[in-house]
Structure formats: C-alpha cells, structure tokens
C-alpha cells in the first residue's frame, strides 16, 4: 500500500489545475475479482491522460464507470461539475451528449449505413436540427477523419482502420467536450496505429477536447500522451509524463517500455 | 436448505427472466415509442418466416390427408375430411407449428443478432449515444413477434387446408369451393377464437425469449452461438407449456 498514488512526478503546472473528470477511491469488484481497488485521477482541461495498463487489468471497467454503463462498488466520479452515480437518466442523458466514447470494437451498427450510424446519436440530442444540417454536420465529421466518400457504404466494407475513423466520426457528430478512446489501436497493424493516434492528436488540437486514452501500445502512448496514469493492481500504480516514466528504475514501470 | 449449483442457476434465470418480462410493461408505455424500428421489425419477420410456414403447413396438410384417408375410408366417413382438417389445423397445428418454426427462425435470430450487439458493445453504444437500447431494440422486436406470429398462423391455416385440398383430391373430386364451405361448416367462433389467442402468447414467448438471450449474452462471440441456441431450446419448450396450459383454461371457462 506505500505505494498507492506515488506521484513520481509532479504535475498540476501551475495555471492548468481545472479537472473536468475527477475520480476518487473507486473501488468495483466481480464477485472475487476485485478490479478497481481504490483508484484516483484527475483530468484536467485540454489534456490528454493516457491510462497504461495490461490486458485484464481494469482499464475497460474504469471508463465504463465514467460514462455510466458500469456502476461502481464505491468512491466518487464527477464528470463536468456533475457527480455522475446520484444522476438521473435524463441528466446522464444529457451529460453523455458532452462526452464522447470510443469503444474498444468500434460499436457501429452493422445493420446501417455508415450514414445512418453518424446520424443516430444526433436523433435523439439533436432532433431539432433540419435535414440540411444534419447531413452537414454528418459530411463535416467525415471529412475530419479522412473518410467522406465511405458515407453510403455498410461497415462491413470497410477495412480495421477505417471502422475505427468512422467509429471517431461517430463519437465526434456532438461536438464533445470530453472524450474517452477505449485502446484505440488494437487489433490494427503498427502503421494504421499510428495514422489513429496521430489524428487523435489532430482532433484534440482542432476541438481543444480533454480526452482519456486507455492503451498499452506504447507507439500510441508516445504520441497521444501529455500524462499518463499507470493502472497496476487496481490502484493508479504511478503517475507522470512519458519521459519520467521512461526514465523510471520501477521494475513494474519498465517492464511496459521495453 | 442447500441448492445445487444447477437449481441456483435456473432459480437466478427465472427471476432476471421476470425482471426483463416486466420491464417490457413499463417501457412499452414510457413516451417516445420507436415507431420506424417497429415496423421495420414487422416487414423483416414476416417476410423472413413467411415462405417457411406456409411450405411446411402445406406439407403438413397433405401428408395428414393422405395418411388418415385410409382410416376414415375404413369407417365410411371420408367426407369428414374436410372439416377433421379444418379443425385439427384452427385449433392446434396452425398454431403450434408456426409456433415452432418461428421460434426455430426468428427466436433464434434475435437471440444471434442482439448477442452479437452485445459483445460488440452496439448495446452500450445506443446507451451512450442517449437512445434507450431496451426501447429500441427489445420493444419493438417482441410487439413485432406478438403481433406477427397470429397472421403467419393463419396463413400458415389456409395453406395448410389447401394442402389437404390438393390431397384429398388425388383420389376424389370435390371442387375447392365444396371443400371450403365442409369446412366452414364445422367451425365455430369457439374454435378459432381460443387458438387465436394463444397465437399472441406464443409470439410474445418466442420474442421475450430470444431477445432475453441476446440481451445478456456473455463470454464473447461463443456465447452468441450459446444465445440462439438456447433461445430456440427454452422458446420451443415454453411453446408446448403454454399450449398445454390454455387448453386447461379454455376447457374450465366452458370455450373450446
Ligand atoms: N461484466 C463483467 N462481468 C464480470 N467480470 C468482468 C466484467 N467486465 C469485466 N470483467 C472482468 O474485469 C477484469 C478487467 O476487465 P477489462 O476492464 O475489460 O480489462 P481491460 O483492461 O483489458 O480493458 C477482467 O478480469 C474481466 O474478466
Ligand atoms: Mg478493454
């Protein structure tokens, strides 16, 4: 336990201490599997805070506690001003719509079109809109990712690397403030990895969006990461900037840079 | 008292099984019914189990025409056939086998589709992406299922009786229009009224329980498989008890 939260690094500059997620002591278990034992974070506004972790070791449960589809055993989220576990459906609804989720197997609806799969988190959050704007707004967030000559094709079509653009695209259509990769990189090949990571980049620097990268492809980590929040045992193992961590003689750190 | 791990297990399914029944009621009165994805869901089943049921009642038809023909010949009353058809197809074959084959071809649909969705977390993307996935998806499939599998059924009827028709007339002639009106003769509100009804339950079991299955399947792409194999196992089964169960009822309240 002496080394749960060990800063190895100290990091909140002065002037950048406004966190849009804070987590506190989270705890989540599946009957004997403790996953989360007591983990600790802050996001702060425009970051990006990558979360290095093995596979199995919690990283997917930890953002599904942010966004609500997971309920933790204990300890506090607040996401945006707003503690998320006394929310109500219709706040939660509203919150989602300023955070946006990558998941991990892209998510798009394989029985639509890539057209029809940007328009559905818009039929609900924005039905106000006319059809004009909505087909704008659909080409817009293509374009962002490279992709606006895929918009009638069915997901099925298209290659790993493309699924997981339009996945972006998706996730991009509300103009979210916050957003949450779930190992955007896995399962492509190295250099489809790293066209991702760097237009997660590009998108931060264009929409100036806080994002939380869960990852253990270190190619992704040095490209993405301004922090990374190491998940060890359940706990934020250690915490620091990609040259700190490199830098470190902690055996468990190393053993992720190799 | 100490259950086995099995008795536990089913203990556990039957109460999430009634859970997930009961939410059917509360969402399906909650604003904003998903009205497209209904209908949608209603074009695709019918016409994904259409030509089946009305191959197999056809087949069914004939075949039982041909077999009992020698037997009713034997008492003197082969122009019975018509209205021994007609009933035995209203009352219980109608129902039951389009029962099975729909629980075979959609149960098991629903189950592989939503179990796919749920791996591939579409689920949790509809949550995040703020439509409720029980509305969209578990709503409209099962009203779809409830209200389908009666109008397949009774089609599945007609083309059953026709096959009968084609039978009998192999050997014999008795034109289509004689065949209908024998069987027409026979039959009473009181028995097409019960077996209508319990076409309604059938389709909301095959529906209830397919997207149960899907809904909550687990451990990755094998339990997708898992999840439509059961669905048409447990749906199959609850078929034969419900029927079992409404001839009980309408035989104590004096119908049928
Ligand atoms: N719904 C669930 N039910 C039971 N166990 C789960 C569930 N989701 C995740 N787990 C367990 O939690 C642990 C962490 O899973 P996960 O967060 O998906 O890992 P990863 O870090 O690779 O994303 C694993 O041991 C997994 O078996
Ligand atoms: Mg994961």
Same mark, same amino acid.
């Given at each position: ?17 406004? =966190? ?10 599946? !009957? ?227 | ?18 859970? /997930?029944?009961?939410?059917? &009621?509360?969402?399906? /009165? ?36 041909? !077999?009992?023909? =020698? ?81 397949? %059924?009774?089609? %599945? ?31 009473? &509100? ?10 309604? &339950? ?37 078929? &034969? ?16």
């Amino acid at each position: 336990m002496a080394r749960r939260d060990r800063h190895i690094a100290p990091l909140n500059e002065p002037g950048i201490n406004e =966190p849009v997620i804070t987590v506190h002591d989270l705890y989540k278990a599946f !009957q004997q599997n403790e996953v989360l034992r007591g983990f600790n974070f802050e996001l702060q506004k425009g970051e990006t805070l990558v979360i290095l972790g093995r596979s199995g070791s919690g990283k997917s449960v930890l953002i599904k506690c942010i966004i609500g589809l997971m309920k933790p055993d204990k300890g506090s989220i607040n996401v945006l001003g707003n503690d998320i576990l006394s929310l109500s459906v219709q706040d939660m609804d509203k919150l989602r719509m300023r955070v946006g989720f990558l998941f991990q197997s892209n998510a798009l609806y394989d029985s639509m079109t890539i057209r029809e799969n940007l328009e559905f988190p818009m039929r609900r959050h924005l039905s106000n809109l006319d059809a004009d704007e909505v087909n704008k707004r659909v080409m817009e967030s293509l374009e962002d990712v490279g992709l606006a000559h895929t918009v009638d094709m069915m997901p099925s079509e298209l290659s790993g690397g493309m699924q997981k653009r339009v996945a972006l695209a998706r996730t991009l259509i509300l103009k979210p403030e916050i957003i949450l990769y779930d190992e955007p990189t896995t399962g492509l090949d190295p250099i489809t990895g790293a066209e991702i990571s760097d237009l997660i980049v590009e998108i931060q620097e264009k929409y100036q969006t806080s994002s939380i990268v869960i990852s253990h492809d270190m190619k992704c980590v040095e490209i993405t990461a301004d922090r990374i929040a190491v998940l060890l045992q359940g706990i934020c193992y250690a915490q620091g900037t990609y040259e700190t961590l490199v830098a470190s003689e902690d055996a468990s750190i190393k053993q992720f840079f190799h | 008292m100490k259950l086995s791990k099995t008795t536990t297990e089913v203990f556990n399914e039957v109460g999430e099984l009634t859970y /997930f029944t009961a939410r059917f &009621f509360r969402e399906i /009165f909650s604003p904003r019914f998903e009205w497209r994805e209904f209908f949608r869901q209603c074009y695709v089943i019918g016409y994904k189990s259409l030509p089946l049921i009305g191959l197999t009642g056809f087949i069914m038809g004939l075949v039982l025409t041909i !077999q009992v023909r =020698p037997t009713l010949i034997e008492y003197g009353v082969e122009a019975r056939i018509p209205a021994m058809m007609g009933l035995s197809f209203v009352r219980e074959i109608g129902p039951v086998l389009s029962a099975l084959i729909f629980a075979g071809k959609i149960g098991s649909s629903m189950g592989a589709e939503l179990g796919s969705m749920r791996v591939t977390e579409q689920i949790d993307s509809m949550e995040v992406s703020g439509t409720n996935p029980y509305k969209f998806l578990v709503v409209t499939r099962v009203l779809a299922a409830t209200i389908m599998l009666p109008v397949l %059924s009774s089609l %599945s009827d007609v083309i059953g009786i026709y096959g009968s028709y084609v039978a009998f007339n192999i050997r014999g002639a008795m034109t289509l229009r004689l065949f209908i009106s024998e069987v027409f003769n026979y039959l009473k &509100f009181s028995d097409i009224f019960p077996a209508h009804i319990k076409c309604y &339950f059938f389709g909301f079991a095959v529906g209830i329980i397919g997207c149960y299955k899907g809904y909550f399947t687990r451990l990755g792409t094998a339990g997708v498989g898992r999840a439509a194999n059961s669905a048409v196992v447990v749906s199959s089964v609850l078929i &034969f008890i419900l029927d079992l169960l409404v001839v009980q009822i309408t035989d104590l309240i004096g119908i049928g």
